[in-house]
């Protein structure tokens, strides 16, 4: 079964930090939070000038493979990059990125800011540890689902196998802010020894099919 990330603001996954220049070079308030919702859900592309170019950090300690900071942005470290590439070649917006801290020491490795758009609608709601966000009369940002749902606890969650398809990293339909990944992409980050975002295993449907007992003796 796949994983849900634990996208929670604590610990090293979460690294206070600034945009660097980004404010100077995107001066309109109400698109630096439009670029920063993107960040968040994954909503569109950026386009080239949106890019963020640099994050300065605020503490200088030992850097995970992946964490978020400033505005809801992810970060990736090469290797966590490659072992996505691998599996979804070009399937993601990986961008260039320049970390140093506030003394202007930078950490070692190449990093990688990243957008994730590929969504797919798996969480079976029944059973699952959710609920709905908005009411039905409760108005909503352009562009966001009146279903959205949020979750209550990422170890109680229901996913439908059959309708994920061949994603490796994907956000929900319904959980745009949660990242969810594949055994495959998670083998491959715990083969390399990558430190990126604890993981929960998702349970299956009830009644899904599993595989059958082996008899003793069996061939």
């Known amino acids: 079964m796949p ?20 404010d100077d070079r995107i001066s309109d308030l109400q698109r630096r939070a439009d670029i920063s ?14 890019l963020p170019e640099g994050v300065v950090l605020e ?3 030992r850097l995970p493979d992946g964490f978020r900071t400033d505005g809801g942005l992810h970060v990736f470290s090469d290797a966590a990059r490659q072992a996505v590439e691998a599996l979804e070649p070009g399937r993601h917006q990986f ?12 950490p070692e490795n190449t990093w990688w800011g990243l957008n994730v758009t590929q969504k797919r609608d798996s969480v079976v709601q029944e059973g699952s540890a959710v609920r ?11 562009g966001v689902r009146q279903d959205v749902l949020q979750m209550l606890d990422r170890k ?5 196998p059959a309708r994920i398809s061949d994603a490796h ?3 929900e339909e319904r959980f745009t802010s949660e990242l969810f990944c594949s055994d495959a992409l998670r083998d491959a980050f715990k083969a390399q020894g990558l430190r990126v975002f604890r993981t929960f295993k998702a349970k299956a449907p009830p009644g899904a099919l599993r595989p059958a007992p082996t008899r003793p003796g069996a061939r």
Do not use: C
């Open 132 to 142: 709905r966000r908005y009411r039905d009369d409760e108005p909503v940002r352009a």
């Open 59 to 61: 503490r200088r300690t």
């Open 169 to 171: 990293l994907w956000r």
């Open 37 to 50: 919702g993107v960040f968040k859900d994954g909503s569109r592309l950026l386009a080239p000038d949106e």
């Open 3 to 22: 994983y849900v990330f634990d996208m929670s603001l604590v610990g090293p996954i979460s690294q206070i930090g600034r945009l660097q220049g980004f």
């Open 156 to 160: 109680q969650i229901i996913l439908d």
């Open 95 to 106: 961008f260039p990125l320049s970390l140093h801290w506030r003394n202007g020491e930078r």
